[in-house]
């Protein structure tokens, strides 16, 4: 369990099952940020290369940027995965989004009332990832819109399978 959950719980609630983004689509963007950076590097050199000054000048810009993306490459994941996650527990839903200020959903099993798993043709193939969308009574839209998921039908079983343990007087 992430510790960071323990200030969130009540006495007697346990983390039953913990999730966030999909790895598969933070490695995709990273790879896709450390492109851009390797593409402007290559640039950057082609400009170091011409006898114009004026070029020389954009490749030193290049090779900044292209170091900027870097560092993007590698902080973006990480603060997606840091700032997005979710958790099922013996009574509730949470979800907590942010990492310096920070946004928590909690919605108990009792009140959900429609849970919906999607995934598009490329989420399922390339990813694994997808959408769950959560309805409560009294909303009149989905209360809580999960982008990006792994797994999202599993996530899905395991809410109805605890919701329903708890209908059935399950603890």
């Given at each position: 369990?992430?510790?960071?959950?323990?200030?969130?719980?009540?006495?007697?609630?346990?983390?039953?099952?913990?999730?966030?983004?999909?790895?598969?689509?933070?490695?995709?963007?990273?790879?896709?940020?450390?492109?851009?950076?390797?593409?402007?590097?290559?640039?950057?050199?082609?400009?170091?290369?011409?006898?114009?000054?004026?070029?020389?000048?954009?490749?030193?810009?290049?090779?900044?940027?292209?170091?900027?993306?870097?560092?993007?490459?590698?902080?973006?994941?990480?603060?997606?995965?840091?700032?997005?996650?979710?958790?099922?527990?013996?009574?509730?839903?949470?979800?907590?989004?942010?990492?310096?200020?920070?946004?928590?959903?909690?919605?108990?099993?009792?009140?959900?009332?429609?849970?919906?798993?999607?995934?598009?043709?490329?989420?399922?193939?390339?990813?694994?990832?997808?959408?769950?969308?959560?309805?409560?009574?009294?909303?009149?839209?989905?209360?809580?819109?999960?982008?990006?998921i792994e797994n999202p039908f599993l996530i899905k079983a395991k809410i109805d399978e605890i919701s329903s343990s708890k209908e059935n007087g399950g603890d």
């Amino acid at each position: 369990m992430n510790p960071s959950w323990k200030k969130y719980l009540s006495e007697n609630e346990k983390i039953v099952f913990e999730f966030s983004l999909a790895k598969k689509y933070l490695a995709f963007l990273r790879f896709q940020w450390m492109g851009y950076s390797f593409l402007l590097l290559f640039v950057s050199l082609f400009c170091f290369k011409s006898k114009i000054w004026f070029l020389k000048i954009l490749g030193y810009l290049f090779l900044f940027i292209s170091f900027l993306f870097f560092i993007i490459s590698l902080w973006v994941p990480w603060y997606l995965k840091k700032s997005n996650q979710f958790a099922l527990t013996n009574k509730r839903f949470l979800a907590k989004r942010g990492w310096l200020n920070v946004n928590l959903v909690s919605i108990p099993y009792s009140k959900i009332t429609d849970i919906s798993a999607s995934q598009s043709f490329w989420e399922r193939n390339l990813f694994n990832c997808g959408k769950i969308s959560v309805d409560t009574a009294g909303s009149p839209g989905p209360e809580l819109v999960l982008e990006k998921i792994e797994n999202p039908f599993l996530i899905k079983a395991k809410i109805d399978e605890i919701s329903s343990s708890k209908e059935n007087g399950g603890d």
